[in-house]
């Protein structure tokens, strides 16, 4: 659940204009999850921020918008990772792309995939409700 609402925060807090696609957005480029981990946490404060929550590793790379999630070591599908792309059309809907390296077994990639997958349609959805709420303005 707090992985979600980080998730959540990240994409609220994106600028509404559009946002262009990342380089490689469909695939991981390194060649497995520790490699990717090790050089993704040496970029912390050069404009990514590493976190870390309930034993997770959280990397949010904001210029690209891009969010990292690395399994803890007593989760079913370690090590994993999953990256997350929010894209903002210039209509302003929301979409996610998700890619992953998974060195678990194929069912337990699987079954993380589909949870990961379960919270980019509630991140799409909130970020849908965000929009229809009337703007408050305040009075003179």
Not at 71 to 99: L, M, N, Q
């Amino acid at each position: 659940m707090r992985l979600l609402l980080v998730t959540t925060a990240f994409v609220l807090a994106l600028p509404t204009y559009a946002q262009s696609p990342a380089a490689g957005a469909t695939r991981i480029e390194y060649p497995s999850v520790a490699a990717a981990l090790k050089e993704l946490e040496a970029r912390d404060e050069n404009g990514t921020v590493v976190t870390h929550s309930d034993g997770w590793t959280i990397i949010n790379e904001p210029l690209a918008s891009s969010q990292w999630s690395f399994t803890p070591p007593d989760h079913y599908a370690y090590p994993a990772v999953v990256r997350r792309v929010i894209k903002r059309s210039p209509s302003g809907t929301v979409s996610v792309e998700t890619a992953s390296l998974c060195e678990s077994s194929e069912a337990a990639c699987s079954k993380l995939l589909a949870e990961f997958a379960t919270m980019n349609e509630r991140i799409t959805q909130a970020v849908k409700a965000k929009g229809r709420q009337p703007s408050t303005v305040p009075p003179n």
